[in-house]
């Protein structure tokens, strides 16, 4: 990854309470930054977690608070005060928006513009905020990472005088994840006995779960096993009535709402999985779906950027609002064999052109940059 060695300073809050796919970007960084003889500083909001990544003499862990100030006011007041100490070359911030009163080379990065282009999917005052502090950040940032191309061209169209300073940096599939394991035995910890359909992510109003599960539904004669796991927080806004949905729809116990599961719960559910759907009208990459496709779970994703962009080549797309597209693609996948060995193929090959030791060489590559090295 080169010999120039850097301090760099690191938010680190998104390793902070129940990581999903922004926190295991940064730990996958870091698991791999740590071996380059690089010394990483991360800095949190209150105390810092266990986590694996950290547990490294190149890592240092810096508490910054009590974890009671509010997230604006612990990045721009109480954060530069206590990098000043470290002798940083650059700081580095994983979620969009960087600290904006730092006086340090910045590179931030930008996994989608979702606030302005979906800004119904927020609440108006957390939309206004999140455009606001990523305009800014955008503006600071000597470096910005974007995890799709998709992502690098609408960051570039919407900030042109910022287009030279973006890079796009894709992600890596599931190193992070505990092994695979094997089928039968992730079944049964699941308790299943018939076919069995994932959808993993947050629940967004854009990631069409009402579709999905009027999709499904159109299955339940057909497949009376068929089981749909969504696997995520409910985090729409409006907000949607999940259990209303799934009763409207007469699913009862085919679907199950686990929220938000750990690794090794993801691990079990990848492997176990015949079909991995991921809707959306809007994504910046798709990590949940790059993930089943490196377990040999074969997909269905929405048609829309970036999702069909990047998963076109092994998946099978469908218009993500229409249900009815949504059950005959599963229901293909469920009913085909050689159709699904041909997915399942695909998408091995796929993943395999992804890494995150590439994803950290790429970024530490641009902090080299901002660092003036």
Not at 31 to 50: H, K, M, S, Y
Request: hydrophobic share 40%.
């Amino acid at each position: 990854m080169g010999s120039s060695r850097l301090v760099v300073g690191i938010d680190g809050r998104e390793l902070q309470g129940r990581p999903t796919g922004t926190g295991r970007y940064l730990r996958n960084l870091l698991l791999r930054w740590r071996e380059t003889g690089d010394e990483l500083v991360l800095f949190f909001n209150g105390p810092a977690p266990t986590d694996p990544a950290l547990q490294h003499p190149n890592v240092a862990c810096r508490v910054v608070g009590d974890g009671c100030a509010h997230g604006l006011v612990w990045q721009e007041r109480l954060l530069p005060a206590a990098t000043g100490p470290e002798g940083l070359d650059v700081f580095f911030s994983p979620a969009y928006a960087c600290p904006l009163s730092l006086r340090l080379p910045r590179v931030t990065a930008v996994h989608d513009l979702s606030f302005f282009s979906h800004a119904q999917d927020f609440p108006a005052h957390d939309a206004l905020r999140r455009r606001l502090l990523t305009t800014l950040s955008v503006r600071a940032s000597r470096g910005i990472l974007a995890c799709s191309e998709f992502t690098r061209r609408e960051v570039s169209a919407r900030f042109p005088s910022a287009a030279d300073r973006v890079t796009h940096v894709p992600l890596g599939p599931d190193d992070d994840l505990p092994p695979p394991p094997p089928r039968e035995e992730a079944r049964r910890r699941l308790g299943l006995s018939g076919p069995f359909v994932i959808s993993v992510g947050a629940v967004l109003n854009r990631r069409c779960v009402p579709e999905l599960l009027r999709g499904v539904a159109r299955l339940a004669r057909r497949h009376p096993g068929l089981i749909l796991d969504v696997v995520g927080e409910n985090r729409t806004h409006p907000r949607l009535d999940l259990p209303h949905l799934v009763a409207s729809v007469g699913l009862g116990k085919q679907v199950r709402l686990s929220g938000f599961v750990d690794e090794a719960g993801l691990a079990d559910r990848y492997a176990a999985a015949d079909v991995a759907v991921s809707l959306s009208e809007y994504e910046g990459f798709g990590l949940p779906a790059l993930e089943a496709a490196a377990r040999g779970v074969p997909l269905v994703v929405g048609q829309p950027p970036s999702l069909g962009e990047i998963f076109g080549p092994a998946a099978l797309l469908v218009p993500p609002r229409d249900e009815s597209a949504v059950a005959a693609a599963i229901d293909r996948l469920l009913t085909d064999p050689a159709l699904r060995g041909r997915r399942v193929a695909a998408g091995r090959a796929l993943a395999g052109a992804y890494s995150w030791d590439r994803t950290a060489t790429l970024t530490r590559g641009v902090l080299l940059r901002a660092a003036g090295r």
